[in-house]
């Protein structure tokens, strides 16, 4: 299990699943704040967070379906397989690496593992690559493509070539320290 | 939905830059404490009205009776009930404790940056709990170098230099440092013991001198010049924008610099 104080790893179990109920829930205002029904039916179609449906599925209340981009036939596998390292993922989800690690045993697909792998490799070796030559800091267009856990390679990669050049240049070594680095002096 | 607003705590904290500290998020914090009373007291009733249920259904096995189907329906719907709850109320004890804990880990690290003393702008980004923990580490941090007799927050390369040459950004006054008494005053330039020197650096109160630095002697780079650097321009911009300026521009400043003495100087 991941670190329990985990920001990353708090912010993937928030994604949304889709589930249905097997059978009825009493709790006020889950779904809709403005409900006033106490209930849930069963077999109520919901979309639910992952922290929540992950307990709910074990438990046998729930029955969680995968999302739409990790079905057997969609289009986002299509693209994949076609040129993965243009697929725009972070639209489709966040934290997608993360989450299908974690859906994967629950809904016991076998074939989300090989899936994110493939996709995981192809887009790896773009990432890579581009880190190590694009040239300034300004974020390029590329990077609204990619998904959380790759976008963290990304920056890990620039920052590795940054630190290189300064440490083939030579850089003042002493330095104001960077929780100051932001701020600004009144204007006199 | 549950568990809506602590994930939007743990958001702020996830896009703020890393080691960047913002405001404490005192509201939004409240109202996620809220929440947590609100699942606590629906978790309560449901536990209640499952009791009932269950001494009824014992109540009829001693008769040999089984609980209606009504029931059992209903006992099945309050514990899922009683479930969802128990798990929202999970999920806002750890969003609540990763804020807590995340921040926490950056004020640590402001112990080893800052020193004692927290710049203003800082602290009041802090609650008063934070305040208290950051005191509590620098001064054990203190008392462990003092321990030690070893000032651990220095730079690790060992220096060509004793000595180095600073210019002072901010009035501070007469200052007693370990070899001279010096007058720490706005824009002074002082040749100091590194050791000294180091930890004003770090407070952005000194900016370190480097060769080039001799050109603020010119009168117009007082001029705002900020349509080259893309920086604000101010009267002490030049140290701070030198220190990152690259090749290219660097040649354009020098450019700039040119032009300005030959054509407008006086």
């Known amino acids: ?188 | 939905m549950y568990g809506k607003k602590g994930s939007e705590l743990v958001k702020e904290l996830a896009s703020s830059e890393p080691g960047q500290l913002s405001a404490f998020n005192n509201d939004l914090f409240a109202q996620v404490i809220d929440e947590c009373t609100g699942h606590l007291h629906h978790l309560g009733s449901l536990i209640r009205k499952i009791e009932e249920l269950k001494k009824i259904e014992e109540i009829k096995k001693l008769n040999n009776q089984e609980l209606e189907e009504s029931e059992k329906q209903l006992l099945k719907a309050h514990n899922s009930g009683a479930l969802i709850h128990h798990l929202s109320l999970l999920r806002n004890k750890r969003c609540l404790m990763a804020y807590v804990y995340n921040r926490a880990e950056t004020i640590r690290s402001l112990g080893w940056a800052v020193e004692r003393v927290l710049p203003e702008e800082i602290e009041e980004k802090l609650s008063g709990s934070e305040k208290e923990y950051f005191k509590n580490h620098a001064a054990s941090l203190q008392s462990y170098m003092s321990e030690l007799d070893l000032d651990l927050a220095v730079d690790m390369v060992p220096p060509k230099d004793p000595y180095i040459k600073v210019r002072v950004l901010e009035d501070i006054g007469n200052v007693l440092l370990s070899d001279q008494s010096a007058n720490l005053a706005r824009h002074a330039i002082l040749f100091l013991r590194r050791t000294d020197a180091e930890q004003y650096i770090s407070q952005a109160i000194f900016t370190l001198m480097l060769w080039y630095s001799c050109i603020i002697i010119c009168p117009r780079s007082q001029y705002n010049v900020s349509w080259f650097t893309g920086l604000n321009g101010r009267a002490d911009w030049l140290n701070q924008v030198i220190m990152v300026l690259s090749g290219q521009e660097w040649l354009q400043l020098m450019l700039y610099l040119f032009v300005q003495i030959c054509f407008l100087g006086e």
């Open chain 1, 1 to 188: 299990m991941a670190n329990y104080y985990d920001i990353d790893d708090v912010l993937a179990e928030e994604e949304i699943l889709p589930a249905v109920f097997q059978q009825a829930a009493d709790c006020f205002g889950l779904l809709d704040s403005s409900d006033d029904t106490n209930e849930v039916e069963a077999g109520a179609k919901v979309e639910l967070p992952f922290w929540l449906a992950r307990d709910l599925h074990v438990r046998g209340v729930v029955a969680v379906d995968v999302p739409p981009y990790f079905r057997k036939v969609s289009r986002t596998r299509k693209e994949i397989e076609a040129d993965a390292a243009h697929v725009d993922l972070r639209g489709r989800c966040q934290y997608f690496y993360e989450l299908g690690l974690k859906i994967a045993p629950l809904v016991g697909d076998k074939t989300i593992g090989p899936f994110l792998l493939v996709a995981f490799q192809t887009r790896y070796k773009e990432v890579l690559v581009k880190a190590h030559t694009a040239a300034s800091a300004v974020a390029p267009k590329h990077l609204t493509l990619l998904t959380n856990e790759e976008a963290k390679l990304y920056e890990a990669g620039q920052l590795s070539t940054a630190a290189f050049k300064k440490w083939r240049m030579g850089g003042p070594r002493l330095q104001r320290a960077p929780v100051l680095g932001r701020k600004r002096k009144p204007i006199e």
